[in-house]
């Protein structure tokens, strides 16, 4: 028992619609169905509501995350997409801290994940070894003004899935930290690649 609240539409592959700081799983699945028309969508709500909004993870401040309860969100997100989507091919699309948590299950768990769509994203932990990520097809949106996570430390991400032998795809972008309607197209583009 997951008891994680979520809507599922079945496909292969299946998006994994993981929302940001505030989001739901209801706006998440909409923004999946502007991206792709032709995947299934298993969108999802983060468990440690902070100040009544969703989030994945508990956190200290911004930027500042509770690494242990980070680390078991992820595990246990990355357990449950296992068990509910068994034979799809599972594609995480994730924002901001939907992102993070995404980047961590890649990190942590990366039989759990095909690959993964991250808009907005940071370092979630530092892991003592790096995965072996065998060619797995990710794509970072990042913002050239994002006021939340600096360049260098989306470099430092960029820099750990490439070591870990990603097929990385690096976005940068001239705004802040949400993606503009040029990031949604080659989102979506990205997405019909997986197909
Ligand atoms: C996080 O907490 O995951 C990041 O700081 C992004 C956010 O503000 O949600």
């Keep these: 028992m997951s008891g994680f609240i979520e809507i599922h539409e079945p496909g292969d592959p299946t998006l ?3 929302h940001g700081t505030g ?3 209801r706006q998440m699945l909409d923004f999946g169905k ?3 028309k032709r995947t299934g969508y298993l969108s999802l709500r983060g468990k440690e509501p902070e100040m009544g909004v969703n989030r994945w993870f508990r956190r200290f401040g911004e930027g500042v995350f509770d690494e242990p309860n980070l680390l078991m969100r992820a595990d246990e997100l990355a357990s ?8 799809e091919r599972r594609v995480a699309v994730g924002f901001s801290n939907g992102a993070n948590i995404a980047a961590a299950v890649m990190l942590l768990r990366p039989e759990a994940l095909h690959g ?9 932990f530092q892991p003592d070894t790096l995965p072996d990520l065998d060619g797995k097809p990710i794509l970072m949106i990042c913002g050239e003004q994002d006021p939340i996570v600096p360049r260098t430390n989306a470099m430092a991400l960029a820099s750990m899935f490439e070591t870990a032998g990603a097929d990385l795809n690096l976005h940068w972008h001239s705004g802040g930290h949400n993606p503009g309607p040029t990031e949604l197209n080659i989102a979506a583009a990205w997405i019909a690649k997986q197909l």
């Excluded at 449950?80 to 034979?87: F, S, Y």
């Excluded at 993964?116 to 979630?124: G, K, N, R």
Aim: no cysteine.
């Design 80 to 87: 449950h997409l296992v068990e509910k989507l068994p034979t």
């Design 23 to 25: 989001g739901d799983e």
């Design 16 to 18: 994994v619609m993981l």
């Design 34 to 36: 502007r991206l792709s």
């Design 116 to 124: 993964a769509l991250l808009m907005a994203p940071m370092v979630p």
